[in-house]
């Protein structure tokens, strides 16, 4: 049996037949996909069951719940029939919102992002939070992860930090990676995928390093999600 890749493809579109494509394309290299809100907001649960049916892969359901802890807790139970492997809700929530997500549905590992890799110093003080991002994404792990989380979504650059606070039962997913020879994009913190699995990541979302080289043909698609998983053997 394979090894599971630590590769999640983000498939970012609000087009089922391309998410789809991209799914078979990659399946021999690639375990876990993401779906988030631009996908799910437009197609929803029968959406999702659709791109099950071809492949029936591991999920990874990025929807950043964020509100009162009862109705993160309904919204739990609403898509626990999708079984994903991880649901994200928001960290900044607090403590008894991701409890309560958690104690919903225990079988799902309730995954708490901490700082946007799309922050950065600046925009944080403007936000009113004075602590650094690398401080303000610690506090909110150790936070979450007291709560019940399973696992972390947080930048490439905190990863080797929020190891040595949560310790190594944590799983850590990082987006904000990106190959040598890939655009940055609307990432302020990145990393390459080797740094960041050498840093303490068990996972990395990545999206448009892949994805994008479907304009190109397929093949080339596949090609690249074969490239970058070889070179993290």
Known sequence: MKSLSPIILALDTDDISVAQSWIELTRESIDIYKVGLEFFLKHGATGLQRLRESSNFELFLDLK?????????????????????????????????????????????????????????????????????????????KNSVAAGARAIVCSPLEVEAIRQAVGPGIELITPGVRPLDAEVGDQSRVMTPQDALSAGANYLVIGRPITSYYQKSSEAMRERAIEIRESLR
């Open 65 to 141: 719940l964020h509100d009162i802890p009862n109705t993160v807790s309904g919204a739990v139970a609403s898509i626990s029939h999708l079984s994903p492997r991880f649901l994200t809700v928001h960290a900044a929530g607090g403590a008894k919102m991701v409890q309560a997500a958690v104690d919903k549905r225990p079988e799902i590992a309730i995954t708490a992002v901490t700082v946007l890799t799309s922050l950065d110093q600046e925009q944080l003080l403007a936000m009113g939070v004075a602590l650094t991002p690398i401080d303000y994404a610690i506090a909110l792990a």
